[in-house]
Each structure stands twice: as structure tokens, then as C-alpha cells.
């Protein structure tokens, strides 16, 4: 009988909402994968910054620097995004509590706001956009504002605030060790620069490869 009325009615709001409950939890997996990684390519470009700091190389201890403000700012935002994800969970299972008193869906602005919000983000945009949909013909959503969605790579403004921020990054990393570095104004032997050089480029590549993904 269940399945007759499936094919008749279409899944039934219990079913719809295990069915995008378990979408948001692959999501919740995929960013917690994105911050592990995040993590492991941040912890190794930290090292690296204080060594650069130790030779007295500021210039590129500043580019990894603001990479590493980058990565901050990216981690934050996928943080942001897992308790984004959570409270659409949490709204989702109100709803359902709804349609057992009222028997049916009810819009609900604020799921629409969040998943106005979680679109936004690279990692989910496909997925959440797919929910967006099915949640409009269900009632809960109204059309999404497309005109509300800015880039969240909005490189301008991140450079921007990076460059307020280096500073204060190399002084914490280098225990304000880089200022007397800088000051002093020493200066690698050219091989040794060639090498320091290219490792900062491949690890300032790797860092920025992680957060365009």
C-alpha cells in the first residue's frame, strides 16, 4: 500500500525530510573533511613561517603570512557553515512535528535564510540548491533570492583585511621575534634564498589550492 501511494502522491513528508536530513549529514562530512585538511596544510605552513621569521626572510614570511590569514578566515567560514547546517537539520525536524498537527508543510523563513546562506559556500552550493528546489515544491521555501548571494571569494575584500591582519599573524607566530628581523634587515646568502623561495612558493600554492577548492 505504501509504495502504491508513492507513486501516486510522491514520498511523504517523513520520507522527504530523512531524505534531506541525510543529504545535510553527508554535507557536515564533507566539512568536516575540509577542515582537517585545512588544518594539516595550516599547522605545516606555521612551521614554516617561523623558520622563515628565524632567517630573517619578512618577505616571504609575509606572503605565507597572508595565506595563513586566508586559511583562518576560510576555517572560520566553514565553521560558520556546520552550525548553519545543524539548525536547518533542527528546522527540518520541526517541521515535521507540523505536518503532524497540521498535515502539511509550513514556509518557513528562517530554513530559507539558511540555505540562502549555505548556497553561498563552494563545497555545498550544488547540494543545497538541489534541497532548495525540492523544499520550494514543498511548500517550506519561497523562490530564493539570487540577488542576496555575494561571492564568498570576494578576493578584494579578503585581501583587503588580510593586509590588516599580517602584522599581528607574524608577531604571535615568531613570538615578536620578526620585527628585529625585519629591522635588522639580514640577508640570506643567494642560494639559500633560491631554496627558501621556492619552498614558500609550493607551500604558498598548496595553501591556496585548499581554499579554492
Do not use: C
Not at 515535521?96 to 553561498?120: D, H, R, Y
Amino acid at each position: 500500500m505504501k509504495s502504491i501511494n508513492r507513486f501516486l502522491y510522491g514520498p511523504t513528508p517523513e520520507e522527504k525530510v530523512r531524505g534531506w536530513q541525510q543529504k545535510l549529514r553527508q554535507q557536515e562530512r564533507t566539512l568536516d573533511r575540509e577542515v582537517l585538511n585545512l588544518d594539516r596544510h595550516t599547522h605545516k605552513s606555521r612551521a614554516e613561517l617561523k623558520s622563515l621569521a628565524k632567517k630573517g626572510d619578512v618577505k616571504s614570511a609575509r606572503i605565507l603570512a597572508k595565506e595563513l590569514v586566508r586559511a583562518n578566515k576560510q576555517r572560520d567560514r566553514l565553521i560558520s557553515s556546520q552550525a548553519r547546517v545543524k539548525s536547518v537539520q533542527m528546522q527540518l525536524q520541526h517541521q515535521l512535528s507540523m505536518v503532524k498537527v497540521t498535515g502539511a508543510f509550513q514556509k518557513s523563513t528562517e530554513i530559507m535564510k539558511t540555505t540562502n546562506q549555505l548556497v553561498k559556500l563552494p563545497q555545498l552550493s550544488a547540494t543545497m540548491r538541489e534541497m532548495s528546489m525540492e523544499m520550494m515544491k514543498s511548500g517550506i521555501m519561497e523562490e530564493m533570492m539570487e540577488e542576496s548571494l555575494d561571492s564568498v571569494n570576494d578576493d578584494e575584500e579578503l585581501e583587503q583585511e588580510a593586509d590588516e591582519e599580517v602584522d599581528k599573524v607574524l608577531y604571535e607566530l615568531t613570538d615578536g621575534k620578526l620585527g628585529q628581523a625585519g629591522r635588522v634587515g639580514a640577508e640570506l646568502p643567494a642560494e639559500e634564498e633560491e631554496e627558501t623561495a621556492e619552498e614558500t612558493e609550493r607551500m604558498r600554492r598548496e595553501m591556496a589550492d585548499l581554499l579554492s577548492s
